[in-house]
């Protein structure tokens, strides 16, 4: 079955032997680092997906459309290698972008309970789904990092992936805590 979606087909075949374009011209295989790197953020836009499917909370589910969008450009810039004239068309990732998770995070956390244990990823539907989602976005960073050991990339990529993360651990800890479902605290006790 071929699927249309205008007049674009989309598959291409391009990719059959294993390798993929990259924006702005040049092949690469599908293992490369920055192929792995844009991936993993695909990844974390699309388990954000999930979670924005799973809350009830319009406020999170809002914060966490900005952030998807948000996640597309760092894609966009980071399947751009430096130096080829396409990245003129890849937005910048701004500073503010992190500036504002961290208002987001303030405002939040000033609404939960102190922390003093760590916390399991459980609780409710939708902070179960952050919880996930703030993995996928940790694993994205390491890969970023490790493309930015081979290749330059922009700083302000791993400060708001880095944010970011941090970021969907409060949230997943606010939804549980409007959803009136208790945070479930490690016990290093337990496996003993």
Not at 50 to 64: F, I, K, N
Not at 70 to 77: N, P, R, T
Not at 98 to 116: F, G, N, T
């Amino acid at each position: 079955m071929v699927i249309r979606t205008s007049a674009v087909k989309i598959y291409t075949k391009s990719g059959d032997g294993g390798e993929t374009g990259l924006f702005g011209g040049g092949r690469v295989r599908k293992s490369d680092a920055r192929v792995e790197a844009y991936g993993e953020v695909d990844e974390a836009c699309a388990a954000l997906g999930v979670a924005r499917a799973a809350l009830g909370d319009p406020e999170l589910a809002a914060e966490l459309a900005r952030v998807q969008d948000e996640l597309f450009c760092v894609g966009a810039e980071l399947a751009s290698p430096h130096g080829v004239p396409a990245r003129a068309a890849v937005p910048r990732i701004e500073p503010r972008w992190a500036e504002r998770l961290e208002r987001a995070m303030d405002r939040w956390d000033a609404e939960l309970p102190a922390l003093h244990a760590f916390v399991l990823p459980a609780g409710a539907p939708g902070a179960a789904a952050l919880h996930l989602a703030r993995t996928v976005c940790r694993r994205a960073e390491r890969r970023v990092v490790a493309l930015a050991a081979q290749a330059e990339v922009d700083p302000a990529v791993l400060v708001y992936l880095n944010r970011l993360s941090d970021l969907l651990f409060v949230a997943a800890r606010l939804a549980n805590h409007r959803a009136g479902q208790a945070e479930t605290h490690w016990d290093p006790k337990a496996g003993r």
